[in-house]
């Protein structure tokens, strides 16, 4: 098929953070002439979901790199996308006797409402969004991606696309990369030491001690410690006066690693809920779930690194 017959000149494989970002980046510096489609196996509803349990994430964002999506690319995120303003991140030592402290003011977001920002500017930017649709495989013409191939989730029809470029956004378990039929020097398959098992809750609490290396509303706290979080940290990112995101990431080699050294069997939740546990400020934590948080206050996820 030639150049010119083709369906859209860029599809974009996942509506989620990046893929919303590349879709309206595109339309910008083309001053709307591209023809852009964004294909999301999710529901416009819930664009941008990771799993059925939410949109796992730290929420923390830099204020710099919200500035430069604005300047370069006309995107603005306010509030309420934006949630709570923070003033830097601290990291603590096992005994929090040591701090490292990262200047730089940030933001923390609430990732439920972002995509419905995100999706609202890529419309009014002329891009196309198809949801329900599960992107199986690439189409390939000699040895060249030409399109995307998956299932039309509403009717279990055969969905088919083709486009001058493709941009697989699809995150970090992509079947797109995975199943990769050309020659190219692509990485299809991420080295498991590459990835971090992480689960986060967000919680509403009462304040039940002061401890400014545990929680402080103005800054994102991260504890560094092999033994709460094997090769990886702990994060206690404010979202308000009483309320958190907080959350564990692990490199699952050195978690096994733990839990065989200290003849447990713990798992990823188990660790969690003991680092909530041993936090004392956080008193009586009750999973969020006011609208802007219903069904977004738990979950596990992989992550790269
Ligand atoms: C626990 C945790 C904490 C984190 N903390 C932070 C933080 O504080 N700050 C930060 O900047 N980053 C953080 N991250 C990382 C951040 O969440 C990711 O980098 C970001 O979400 C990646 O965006 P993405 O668009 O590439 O992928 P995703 O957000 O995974 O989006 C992928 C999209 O593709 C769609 N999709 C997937 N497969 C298909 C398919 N086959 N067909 C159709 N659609 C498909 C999905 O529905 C989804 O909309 C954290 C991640 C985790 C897990």
């Known amino acids: 098929m030639s150049l010119r017959e083709r369906d859209y000149d860029i599809i974009v494989a996942g509506g989620g953070l990046a893929g919303m970002i590349v879709a309206s980046s595109a339309a910008h510096y083309s001053n709307e002439l591209l023809r852009i489609l964004v294909v999301d196996r999710n529901p416009l509803s819930v664009m ?40 830097g991140v601290i990291a603590y030592s096992p005994n929090h006797k040591t701090a490292v402290s990262f200047d730089g003011e940030g933001y923390i977001l609430n990732r439920k409402l972002l995509p419905q920002k995100q999706l609202k500017d890529a419309i009014e ?8 649709v599960a992107l199986r495989s690439l189409i390939i013409e000699n040895n060249t991606v030409t399109g995307v ?11 088919r696309k083709s486009a001058k470029v493709v941009i697989d ?22 080295d498991r030491d590459d990835l971090e098992a992480t689960g986060r809750y967000i919680y509403d609490f009462d304040i039940a001690s002061k401890d400014d290396t545990f929680f402080h509303p103005d800054y994102c706290i991260i504890h560094l410690d092999q033994k709460l979080a094997p090769g990886g940290y702990g994060w206690v990112f404010p979202k308000g006066e009483n309320k958190v995101n907080i959350g564990v990431g692990v490199q699952q080699r050195a978690f096994d690693l733990r839990n065989k ?3 447990l069997r713990r798992d990823l939740k188990m660790l969690i809920d003991e680092y909530v546990h041993i936090n004392p400020v956080i008193g009586n934590p009750r999973v969020a779930t006011s609208e802007i948080d219903d069904g977004n206050g738990w979950g596990t996820w992989s992550v790269s690194v």
Request: charged letters at 30%; a positive charge; hydrophobic letters at 30%.
């Open 48 to 87: 941008g979901k990771k799993t059925m349990t939410g949109w796992i994430c730290g929420d923390a964002v830099g204020k710099k790199s919200v500035e430069y999506m604005s300047k370069r690319i006309g995107i603005n995120w306010e509030y309420p996308e934006i949630e709570h303003p923070v003033k």
């Open 125 to 132: 930017r002329g891009i196309q969004v198809r949801d329900r």
């Open 149 to 159: 191939e998956g299932e039309d989730l509403v009717n279990k029809s055969v969905f």
């Open 169 to 190: 956004c699809t995150g970090v378990t992509s079947v797109l990369r995975t199943n990769l039929r050309i020659k190219s020097f692509i990485q299809t398959r991420i």
């Open 261 to 263: 050294e200290m003849g």
